[in-house]
Nanobody, 122 residues
């Protein structure tokens, strides 16, 4: 299973970016897919997640109201629309997938993408 994240870049504070994560490889059971981020010198943290069946969404308090996670079942792709970006959103963003039910906000996902850098300038 491969997860390919894309869409990162440099944006000014207040701007927007959309990240994409395409899943490929063998068919796997998908309980949820999520986005995490890791800023320099900090631990990886949960950003958002979506249940593949039903589409329930979950957000970290720090991004609630600004970020939106969505999925396209036909394309095996999950998106993260990021609006009203702040300098503190600067980080490498990782997408991840988990096959079995579990704490959706933890980092105990089964598959991880390579990360895409988001830099928000002031």
């Amino acid at each position: 299973v491969q997860l390919q994240a894309s869409g990162g870049g440099l944006v000014q504070a207040g701007g927007s970016l959309r990240l994409s994560c395409a899943a490929s490889g063998r068919t796997f059971s998908r309980y949820a897919m999520g986005w995490f981020r890791q800023a320099p010198g900090k631990e990886r943290e949960f950003v958002a997640a979506i249940r593949w069946s039903g589409g329930s969404t979950y957000y970290a308090d720090s991004v609630k109201g600004r970020f939106t996670i969505s999925r396209d079942n036909a394309k095996n792709t999950v998106y993260l629309q990021m609006n009203s970006l702040k300098t503190e959103d600067t980080a490498v963003y990782y997408c991840a997938a988990r096959e079995l039910p579990g704490l959706i906000t933890s980092t105990t996902y089964d598959y991880w993408g390579q990360g895409t850098l988001v830099t928000v300038s002031s």
